[in-house]
């Protein structure tokens, strides 16, 4: 059984910046570029939850359990990664331009 891994400070974005920045090596440039891939792709995984989300309240078919628990697991992610707006609750409206 893998061992879990020791809560940590996760690293700012201006931190990895500045690590890719300044390493010459080229694994520490490549890991970095794979954190800041892997938070683009959580944002994008929690747009689609917001939709999905959207659609099976707006059917009429109530709360189902698998997209609450989605939902807290990306907002504990958001935080672990320092955004510092949580997303928006899913009764409320997205603000259009």
Do not use: N
């Amino acid at each position: 059984m893998r061992q879990k891994l020791p809560d940590f400070a996760s690293p700012t974005t201006d931190q990895l910046r500045e690590l890719y920045r300044h390493s010459d090596d080229e694994i520490v440039r490549r890991a970095v570029l794979e954190v800041i891939r892997l938070r683009d792709l959580v944002e994008q995984i929690d747009g689609y939850r917001e939709t999905v989300e959207r659609c099976w309240r707006d059917e009429g078919l109530g709360q189902l359990v698998a997209l609450y628990q989605l939902r807290i697991i990306m907002q504990t992610e958001r935080s672990r990664m320092g955004f510092l707006s949580p997303p928006k609750p899913p009764d409320t409206p997205k603000e259009t331009t």
